[in-house]
């Protein structure tokens, strides 16, 4: 988020409490300080403070610390009771963690992407490959080069209003319309990216599979983290694995389980 912030997508933040924006008071204010310096507010929603106002900073400290203080307290109380059930034995464990199961389900799914490679993934390929690549990279050079021009235009107005030679209505406007522009430059240059983006990673899932030796059991780690953008997981059945192709491939999770090998 605060890489968003400091390249423009992002003007106002939306935060349920001051608790959930950070953890301590020096994080808190030090966070608040650098976005005030960017031109970006919060608005934090249970408080109903706005750091937006010159009075904020004060009254944000004090309920920061607050807020620091209530954190610690319910951390020390949580830890308490569970040592406690430690003690007398009525500690109940958790269910147990998704890993094996998902490690399961991942090597699951590339066994039946291997067998639907010619149905699913090489259509998908020609539907996300485009024909002229080469058109794609000029557009991004010029998106580059007109960002360049833009940050070097803002140095320059910086620079003349810091010697006096524009008004600072001026100044304003134009450094307004410069952020405006640049944010909209780094929209179409972050779309463009992720459709080029797609074609080659959907042409490294294929020749991934292509190799791919249906059957294996042993989790491919590395091939892993180079195809795979995220995971979904709608409830304890089921896992969506998006690829970094844009590909989404679903599969149940609890039939993996009962197959036996995963825990």
Known sequence: MLHDCETGKIDLI???SISRFARNTTDCLELVRKLNALGISIYFEKEDLNTGDSESELIL???ASLAEEESHSISSNCKWAVQKRFQNGSFKLSRPPYGYDLQNAYITMLNKLSYSRKDL????INAVTTEDDHEIQ???CRIRTKLQNIRMNRDDLVRRYSLGSIEASEFFE???ACRREERELLREKSITERFFGHTFSAQALDQ???????GTSRFPQSSFCALTDHILISDRNQVTFVMKCGLRLSEEIGSVKKSGSGR
Do not use: A, D, M
């Not at 993934?121 to 998908?124: E, F, K, S």
């Open 121 to 124: 993934l090489l259509p998908y």
């Open 174 to 176: 134009k450094t307004v």
């Open 14 to 16: 939306l935060t349920k």
């Open 208 to 214: 991934f599979i292509s190799e791919w030796k249906i």
């Open 61 to 63: 400290s004090i309920l």
């Open 138 to 140: 000029q557009r991004l």
